[in-house]
């Protein structure tokens, strides 16, 4: 079992949460980013670092994990992509995208999406703060426990 990070709009907070669990776990924990990342000197921390575009970090995550693996993102195509190969997905704010939910999420994405699209203000994400880090790292100890 191994962790990938989606980690170029991965939160700091978030980022810590998993430094820490590396080292607790020993659980390997990899982040992916189109540019280089500060990351503390660990034998199951790594880094990768693709080139710039549109979706060549998330297609470097979706061609190397594999069923079992978690990943940490909030892409929702991602998290699709990679739960059709056997893996979950958590988003930093603690919600897990598996098979039971992640069509209805995708779908309502793109519904969103399109609204959107056709001039329809939506608004943003609520702000980040304690209570997601507080609900990412549980759902994350739960996971862990499970594997």
Known sequence: ??????????P???????FRVAERTKISV??????????P????IDLIQVGHGADIA?????NKCEAGDLIITADIPLAARIVEKGARALDPRGT????????????????MDNLRGS???T???????????????????KLIALW
Do not use: H
């Open 1 to 10: 079992m191994k962790i990938w990070v989606d980690a170029d709009a991965c």
């Open 12 to 18: 700091r907070a978030i980022k810590d949460i998993l």
């Open 30 to 39: 990899t982040f992916v980013a189109n540019q280089r990342l500060r990351l």
């Open 41 to 44: 000197n660990s034998a199951f």
């Open 58 to 62: 998330d297609d470097e995550i979706a």
């Open 96 to 111: 897990l995208y598996d098979r039971d939910n992640i069509g209805q999420i995708l779908d309502m994405r793109n519904f």
């Open 119 to 121: 001039g329809v203000e």
């Open 123 to 141: 608004g943003g994400p609520s702000g980040f703060g304690q209570r997601e880090r507080f609900k990412f790292a549980n759902e994350l100890d």
